[in-house]
């Protein structure tokens, strides 16, 4: 199956950036995604990018891809208090999802 | 609407009960999953459902048994489970464009406990 691997710690200053990055081993995945889990909810589609795309932005979120190098980034812009939660990112095969470990964001004033 | 719901959103049962895990969308999807997620890991899938048809099971023991009685409801029957298998249990459903390109929407789970 596929790997998918990614930081499991970012703390961020509220108002600022913040970086979740993500690498994968099969390029042969045509979406790539993120998504958000809030303690104790299930998982939201934050968004996702085609492979023949090198970025997609939708309001604060921006997503980058770097295809050659196999990696993936989700920049969140105006960090908020509700934006605490674990990002996963996942590639996509044949109706079977692979997840990345989650990358735990915390959000300090 | 973008919604799958999960009920019961908690369930605590011994390992002699059997209960029953219910997930509804109608969101027109034709493609329905059960996700098993345990603290502080991500989701790993258990079974697939295409077109109300089991297309993908992940090697899950018998004790888990799944039902897609129609389009919009799927069902999670279980029986004999052990405290390992105490979890979040996460349903998802998502359009069947083929398994390529889906965007699985999640509901937001049924935390089970087994005693």
């Known amino acids: 199956g596929e790997d998918v691997e990614q930081s499991l710690f970012l703390s961020v200053r509220e108002g600022d950036s913040s970086v979740i990055n993500c690498t994968y081993t099969d390029s042969s995945s045509t979406y790539l995604y993120w998504y958000k889990q809030e303690p104790g909810a299930g998982l939201q589609l934050l968004t996702y990018?085609?492979?023949?795309?090198d970025m997609k932005q939708d309001q604060r979120l921006t997503v980058l891809l770097n295809k050659k190098d196999k990696h993936l980034s989700l920049r969140i812009a105006d960090t908020q208090t509700g934006d605490s939660a674990i990002y996963f990112c996942?590639?996509?095969?044949?109706?079977?999802?692979?997840f990345g470990a989650g990358t735990t964001v915390t959000v300090r004033a | 609407d973008t919604e799958v719901t999960q009920t019961p959103k908690h369930l605590v049962m011994g390992m002699t009960n059997k209960k029953s895990l219910k997930c509804e969308q109608h969101?027109?999807?034709?493609?329905m999953y059960w996700y098993k997620q345990k603290a502080k890991k991500p989701p790993e899938l258990m079974f697939v459902?295409?077109?109300?048809?089991?297309?993908i099971n992940e090697s899950v023991p018998s004790r888990f048994s799944p039902e897609c009685p129609n389009s919009s409801l799927l069902n999670l029957h279980l029986h004999a489970l052990q405290p390992e298998d105490s979890a979040l249990y996460l349903c998802?459903?998502?359009?069947?464009?083929?398994?390529?390109?889906?965007?699985?929407?999640f509901g937001s789970g049924t935390q089970l406990s087994v005693l």
């Open positions: 996942a590639t996509l095969w044949d109706y079977k999802l692979s």
């Open positions: 998802a459903s998502s359009q069947a464009t083929g398994g390529f390109g889906e965007k699985l929407f």
């Open positions: 459902y295409s077109y109300e048809k089991l297309s």
């Open positions: 990018i085609f492979s023949n795309m």
């Open positions: 969101m027109g999807h034709r493609a």
